[in-house]
């Protein structure tokens, strides 16, 4: 199973940008937790939402009311859009999904995708 991120980029403060995030693979698979991390330079990575199975949603409360998480669970996509971003919001931003495969037990990472808030 892969997980292939997209959608970060240069925005000016107050700007939006939306990401997104596609798992995909050749073997059967079924998502459970499907999240957003981010790590800026010189800190730890965060985890700043999570959409389960069920569509129970969860955001880290530095972007709440900012950032909003949606997931197709039949496509296994995951996007966050982003508003009103700040310079602290400046990261690499990381999806994560976790489940089963036919072949175990699934805990990926996606390559990340920087996001630059600068004006």
């Known amino acids: 199973v892969q997980l292939q991120a997209s959608g970060g980029g240069l925005v000016q403060p107050g700007g939006s940008l939306t990401l997104s995030c596609a798992a995909s693979?050749?073997?059967?698979?079924?998502?459970?937790?499907m999240a957003w991390y981010r790590q800026a330079p010189g800190k730890e990575r965060e985890l700043i939402a999570r959409?389960?199975?069920?569509?129970?949603?969860s955001y880290a409360d530095s972007v709440k009311g900012r950032f909003t998480v949606s997931r197709d669970n039949a496509e296994n996509t995951l996007h966050l859009q982003m508003n009103n971003l700040k310079p602290e919001d400046a990261a690499v931003y990381y999806c994560?999904?976790?489940?089963?495969?036919?072949?175990?037990?699934?805990?990926?990472w996606g390559k990340g995708t920087l996001v630059t808030v600068s004006s």
């Open positions: 959409v389960t199975n069920s569509g129970s949603i």
């Open positions: 693979g050749s073997i059967y698979f079924s998502i459970n937790n």
């Open positions: 994560h999904a976790d489940g089963a495969s036919t072949l175990g037990s699934i805990n990926k």
